[in-house]
Nanobody
Framework: QVQLVESGGGLVQAGGSLRLSCAASGGTFSVYAMAWFRQAPGKERELLAA???????TYSDSVKGRFTISRDNSKNTVYLQMNSLKPEDTAVYYC????????????WGQGTQVTVSS
């Protein structure tokens, strides 16, 4: 069973950038399709970026063109590069994993806080 640990959150001014990392352990990393979610106070959890089963990536409209998901299988790590950050990007960010060719993200990290000041 894979364990996920996020890092890289923090406080940044609007227009700035952050890169989040999610380190995986305890499983065979390549069998998992990875994704990033976020949840702001009082809002539902939102899927931001995800790898498909064939390795492609998809993005929500809210972050398309600003955020990039990537992975380094040699380091068992997935990243979320976030550029042109806005105050509305403030949230707790989570990485998640599902076994490829299954539907549900069953494995979650503890989350990392991102705060964007105006």
């Amino acid at each position: 069973q894979v364990q996920l640990v996020e890092s890289g959150g923090g406080l940044v001014q609007a227009g700035g950038s952050l890169r989040l990392s999610c380190a995986a352990s305890g499983g065979t990393f390549s069998v998992y399709a990875m994704a990033w979610f976020r949840q702001a106070p009082g809002k539902e959890r939102e899927l931001l970026a995800a790898f498909s089963d064939n390795g492609g990536s998809t993005y929500s409209d809210s972050v398309k063109g600003r955020f990039t998901i990537s992975r380094d299988n040699s380091k068992n790590t997935v990243y979320l590069q976030m550029n042109s950050l806005k105050p509305e990007d403030t949230a707790v960010y989570y990485c998640a994993a599902r076994i490829r060719y299954t539907a549900n993200y069953n494995y979650w990290g503890q989350g990392t806080q991102v705060t964007v000041s105006s």
